[in-house]
């Protein structure tokens, strides 16, 4: 591989945009853009110049001739965080009785033969989704490859929804948990022609250890929260979300040691339900819905609705009141009320959750639910806080996506490609193919850097060829294909 020629390529490029500054040094970002794009076009060259060296040396290579006899030599293109990378990829095929055509070096790397992404490009793709349309997120790479907003979802929607969760060396010690959920309602999409505005829920669940004051006075954080979300719909979808968090809090914390697990939200049955899945769980009802039907009862009274609302929360509060008191004082409000039914429905939201709303107001532990806000930034600001539109499949990929960044960071993206590569490789091929061992291309690099470092300090030489490792490498690569 000859890095003097990309060199002079690179320096060449930086001398003219130095010249250029000077001429008119105003015009700084000229400069800088002139530098973004003569780096990011080496760094593509010379990653397409490694990948055609390591295609040379596996067609060279003593085993592979045993194995495979050589077809073609083809021309791969592959857009990466760098821009374009394009290699050498020679076509094999399988001398031994089964037969097969197959490029090695894309097993080598663990490139599907249909995929036209690196892993890190792909991540940049998931990053911009994560925040912006699709159609935005197609301008994220240095690509002169068409990328459409159909490619984007298409990445989205074959997420893998299998991320196995690890089980923590030491499970917390915590004496109480608390788990928050409630839902998003987002638009269909229905095509151009039609004129059904129908819509679906996302639920969003999140547990935590409790709450603690934040730098920003008066304002409060969750202690180690951990996000899910999806769309889960019916029963059976419900058992299964729920079974999710429950196996969270089974790998992450000592159940012995777990006191009680208080569930809150707006007393939706799918939240109840959870009750049923949770060990220690008890439901509290969700107080910003509370003081929601309460204002609105209170409102019908007209000149006595500051009175009204006062002894509705007094009658909710004390211990001495029962769900006769309550129901008897609604009648009175029902009497000379202006609006009945604004009342007859805080009447019907009381009654149906009187234990979870006097638990949620009489026990000091139960802190209050965020559900509504945090459903806003991590469901709603991406799925429905603007006009916007979702297959189901999308948006339940979507809502998966922000709570993996949530939880793991968005660092940890590039595991979900891969999982999510492995398992389309294994449905095309079947299981019983044995998994490629990776190479680093940091590796590889760091490699050629090191074997000619003397060299590029001198500005005359190659990095050299095929080395003793490099050899054994491809050999022993070749043996798991």
Known sequence: MDIVALLEVLVKGLLDAENKFFENPKDFSSLERSVKSSTEAFSASFLGEVLSRMNSMLSDCGARKERFNIQRVDKRTL??????????????????????????????????????????????????????????????LPSKQRISKTTVMNKIHGLTDSVTLEGLSGKKQVEYLFIEADEDHIAEQHG???????????KLIYVHEGKFESGCKGRKELK?????????????????????????????????????????????????????????????????????????????????KDIAKEELWHLLYSKHSTKASFSKYIDCMAASGRNAERIESLRTYVLENWAAIRRTLRNKLVQGCSAESHVSHVLSDRLSSRPLSWSQKGADKMSKLRCYERNYGREKLLQLVRIGREERKLEATGTEGISV???????VLKEHYDASKKYIDGLHASIPGETVKKTFSIRNHLRLL
């Open 79 to 140: 857009i990466t965080s760098v821009g374009d990378v394009v290699f050498d990829c020679t076509y094999f095929k399988r001398k031994a009785e089964q037969g097969g055509h197959s490029y090695l070096l894309e097993e080598l790397i663990g490139l599907d033969s249909h995929e036209r992404f690196s892993e890190e490009a792909e991540v940049m793709l998931l990053t911009e989704a994560l925040k912006t349309s699709y159609r935005e997120a197609t301008n994220v």
């Open 192 to 202: 151009k022609e039609s004129k059904d505005n129908k819509s679906f829920i996302s």
């Open 224 to 304: 180690n929260s951990f996000y899910f979300a999806g769309l889960y719909p019916g029963k059976e979808g419900n058992a299964c979300l729920w079974a999710k968090v429950s196996d969270y809090i089974e790998k992450t914390y000592d159940k012995e040691n777990l006191k009680k697990v208080f569930i809150s939200g707006d007393g939706a049955q799918w939240i109840k339900n959870g009750t049923e899945f949770i060990e220690k769980a008890v439901f509290c009802a969700d107080k910003f819905h509370l003081m929601k039907y309460i204002n609105q009862a209170a409102a019908q009274m007209l000149d006595e």
């Open 437 to 443: 061992k990776e190479i680093r291309l940091r590796d």
